[in-house]
């Protein structure tokens, strides 16, 4: 299996599932936004789906 290399943006994240959710008849807050977009993101850490990579900006 080869890798690739795959950018997630939690705040991508919580506009996918505010999106989604509006559709459904759901208004989330923006703070519930944000908890489900972090729980996401840890859920495909939990599973190996994408490895966590920090990189240092150069400002």
Do not use: C, H
């Not at 080869?2 to 509006?22: K, S």
């Amino acid at each position: 299996m080869r890798e690739i290399e795959v950018f997630i943006d939690t705040e991508e994240i919580a506009e996918f599932f505010y999106q989604e959710l509006m559709e459904r008849g759901y208004i989330p807050s923006e703070e519930e936004l944000e908890e489900i977009a972090d729980i996401t993101f840890e859920y495909l850490i939990s599973k190996s789906i994408i490895a966590e990579d920090w990189e240092e900006e150069n400002l």
